[in-house]
């Protein structure tokens, strides 16, 4: 099994642990990060956009002129798409996005995801994160003894001080050990885990 550094807040290691292969060493699939961001993103999109065909545009009952004799271009409606205030001829209509992706599909692109941080050596592991307030500042001054800035902290339990500690900070957001996604470890540069959430992760996708 690979082993990690552990550091306290003050970034003084305290210990060091074994983190399994099959989650954090595993073979780094781009192909299987890729699809899962894909659908990612694919269920965040609305599909609320419409526009109105030709039968939905009001008006245009009446034929405009005459079949023949006008010397124009024969025409049965002012609603058809050539004329203004007519209906779209291929508009958009409401559409879902999404699409399906295999359980196992989905576990084996976050066990990439966290692979390739901890290959890249991106990933830092704290025995615990603890604020004794809310306190942005606070929070922020442990990052910057880290040397953090694009980041993504992710802890194993509720902890209302430091995730409304981290809420104004830009390029930081914390999720809860349950909540981690693959797009939101690759969108972020550097990953931050409590040791708690070493094991939860390690106990959902081992």
């Known amino acids: 099994m690979a082993k990690i550094a552990v550091y306290d807040i003050n970034r003084n290691q305290v210990s060091e642990r074994e983190v399994a292969d099959a989650v954090f060493n595993d073979d780094v699939k781009g192909y299987l990060i890729h699809d899962m961001v894909r659908y990612q993103l694919a269920a965040r999109r609305q599909g609320t956009a419409d526009s109105k065909n030709r039968s939905e545009v009001s008006g245009g009952g009446k034929k ?8 124009n271009a024969r025409q049965g409606t002012i609603r058809a798409p050539h004329f203004v205030g007519g209906g779209a001829a291929f508009g958009p209509n409401p559409r879902d996005y999404n699409f ?5 599909v989905k576990k084996a692109a976050l066990r990439s995801a966290l692979s390739a941080r901890f290959k890249e050596d991106k990933l830092t592991v704290l025995n615990a994160l603890e ?6 500042k606070a929070f922020n001054e442990i990052l910057k003894r880290f040397d953090l800035a694009n ?13 409304l500690s981290a809420r104004n900070l830009p390029h930081v957001k914390v999720l809860r050990a349950e909540g981690v996604n693959v797009y939101d470890v690759m969108k972020h540069r550097t990953l931050v885990l409590t040791e708690g959430a ?3 992760l390690e106990g959902a996708l081992a």
């Open 64 to 71: 405009p002129y005459k079949q023949k004799g006008t010397g």
């Open 100 to 104: 399906k992706l295999n359980r196992k």
């Open 131 to 136: 604020l004794d307030k809310i306190s942005t």
């Open 151 to 163: 980041v993504l902290v992710v802890i194993d339990g509720t902890n209302p001080n430091v995730e």
């Open 198 to 200: 070493v094991s939860q």
